[in-house]
């Protein structure tokens, strides 16, 4: 990409701004797959793609012709080379049920398909498998080296550790619970999906070593005409394997996977709303070729909202599953990119997405403190296994949608030091210069700072009654704090006007500062490397009368290394 000529702030600032997208692309791209927020950027972040026709085979006369990038020339879809989605992508993959595992010795095992007594050839679920590993056993892996169980002391440890696999899905299997308002686990069978159902409720599979299932718990205000849509998106590949490349007299088959597009929009009724359910999904009007069908289901959890403006208001959890029998063929059966957004509108078209009211109750000091500098802050989403995002206007009381996004982005508003003074409405402004000559009045702009300080800590001291009761300890122990701030300021100004010495060191500190500032400001030369000379050189010459080593100004002195 060709950088445009910088006349302006606004300019590097736009031009900043564009860098930094192109970065969040590319991380994106590289972990995720295409994302619907980044693709109009792949153009510069990638290679030009070249367009294939897959509707026969392909053959390749050298390793250089193979090398770029390639696209299917009928949909524009990218095309994944020598290797499978589910190795070259980690985030946003909700992968089928029961997944088959290859184990050891070459051959595959049903998992969580066989009886929970029946260990034989079995692996353990995922649901176990960080307490598996915890005693020592991996049996997801497959060693790299060496025999398993070629000695007495091995089998007896593997059989020590089945016994000990045992007991823990015995344990889990047993156990049963639900979640809470906030999505969390408790030990009832109330209100659960699983309860009395042969499948794991879908929520929980969000929690596994290779997840199922993806959801967001939200607000909504469900009035009798209240309409809910849900969009889901994601990606599936399918195996393209009629590809060769030559090289000399011998010839290399290759495996490609080709990236099919796939979205379904659900539309939900308010008495679906208020009712615990699973709603099938069609991903797409008919089959795709080379891919089995997936079974999706979108699992609504729906229960009242405590502290609730409105008395038909629910928290609802809404979940997309995998519900897919698991094969071998674990790429072709999983969804890669999933995400799902949720809009809910009344027969006005007004948003009913409300934000989730905040708990205040059962928090340590530290957790209240944050409740408080983050008050007027909205929460409309919070996510189980994937982020809860949410578009809402500055200020606004509704969201304008909430989303299940895989790998979430976030802007953050920029921390500046820029204040206005009330009696003259003009920004107080401390330069540096004064301070580094010790100017006639230059303690007045920090006194200033001071005074305004002290009526702001004045100020909010007496908002403290109007906050809830759960927050004014909190509030009382940050305005001690900044009562303390501002003596130590005080004291460190009183310090300069009775210390010389002090007062020295304060100018000579803000002396170097303000240098440093300058030397920033300047403008950049322009950097290339000499390929005759082998060494990195200027286009403008160099400022000679700042340097005072000789290495400053010649490449290739020998304090240089």
């Not at 085979?57 to 090398?67: A, K």
């Not at 929009?265 to 709303?273: K, S």
């Not at 997936?294 to 403006?309: G, Q």
């Not at 508003?413 to 920004?427: E, F, I, K, Q, W």
Request: charged fraction near 25%; proline fraction near 7%; charge should be negative.
């Amino acid at each position: 990409m060709t950088s445009p000529a910088l006349n302006t702030r606004q300019d590097q600032e736009r031009l900043h701004l564009v860098e930094r997208q192109l970065v969040a692309s590319a991380l994106v791209s590289e972990i995720y797959g295409p994302h619907p927020d980044y693709d109009s950027l792949n153009g510069t972040i990638k290679t030009t793609a070249v367009p294939v026709d897959l509707t026969g085979p392909l053959h390749f006369n050298s390793w250089e012709s193979y090398r770029p990038r390639f696209v299917d020339k009928v949909s524009g879809e990218e095309i994944i080379k020598d290797e499978a989605p589910s190795k070259l992508y980690g985030v946003g993959i909700l992968f089928p049920l029961d997944t088959a595992v290859p184990h050891h010795n070459g051959e595959a095992n049903q998992g969580a398909n066989q009886p929970a007594g029946d260990t034989t050839g079995e692996d353990p679920p995922d649901s176990v498998a960080a307490a598996e590993a915890s005693c020592g056993f991996n049996s997801l892996s497959s060693p790299t080296t060496g025999a398993v169980g070629d000695t007495p002391k091995d089998r007896a440890q593997e059989k020590q550790l089945s016994e000990n696999i045992v007991r823990m899905r015995s344990r889990f299997a047993n156990s049963s619970s639900t979640r809470s308002s906030t999505g969390e686990d408790n030990q009832s069978a109330e209100g659960d999906l699983s309860a009395g159902d042969d499948e794991l409720d879908g929520l929980k599979l969000a929690r596994i070593r290779k997840p199922q299932s993806m959801g967001i718990t939200f607000a909504c205000h469900v009035s009798d005409d209240a309409t809910c849509t849900v969009a889901v998106s994601g990606g599936r590949y399918r195996m393209f394997t009629n590809v060769r490349v030559s090289e000399g007299a011998r010839t290399f088959d290759r495996k490609w996977w080709v990236r099919v597009p796939v979205s379904v929009t659900l539309t939900l009724t308010a008495t679906q709303l208020r009712q615990n359910g699973r709603h099938p999904l069609v991903l797409s009007p008919g089959p795709i070729q080379g891919l089995p069908p997936l079974k999706l289901s979108l699992e609504i959890i729906s229960r009242p909202l405590p502290n609730a403006p409105f008395s038909d208001a629910k928290l609802i959890t809404a979940t997309l599953v995998n519900r897919t029998k698991g094969t071998r063929e674990m790429d072709k059966e999983s969804l890669f990119q999933s995400r799902f957004t949720v809009a809910a509108t009344d027969a006005s078209g007004s948003s009913a997405l409300i934000p989730i009211p905040r708990g205040l109750q059962n928090k340590d000091p530290e957790e209240l403190g944050m409740e408080l500098l983050y008050r007027k802050a909205q929460v409309f989403a919070a996510g189980h296994g994937c982020a809860g995002a949410w578009n809402a206007d500055e200020d606004s009381s509704v969201a304008n949608r909430v989303t299940a996004e895989p790998i979430p982005a976030h802007e953050t508003a920029p921390v500046t030091p820029d204040l206005v003074d009330p009696a003259t409405g003009h920004p107080l402004e401390i330069p540096m210069l004064p301070l580094a000559r010790a100017d006639d009045g230059w303690m007045a702009p920090l006194e200033r700072l001071l005074t305004l300080y002290r009526a702001w800590i004045d100020k909010r001291a007496q908002e403290v009654t109007s906050l809830p009761h759960e927050l004014q300890d909190a509030a009382k122990r940050y305005l001690d704090a900044c009562r303390q701030c501002s003596a130590r300021i005080e004291s460190g100004l009183n310090l300069l006007k009775t210390d010389t010495l002090a007062a020295e060191a304060f100018k000579l500190t803000n002396e170097a500062v303000l240098l440093q500032q300058l030397a920033g400001a300047r403008k950049t030369r322009a950097l290339r490397f000499d390929s005759a000379a082998r060494v990195m050189t200027w286009d403008e010459p160099a400022d000679t009368s700042t340097y005072f080593l000789p290495s400053l100004d010649h490449p290739k002195d020998g304090d240089r290394k």
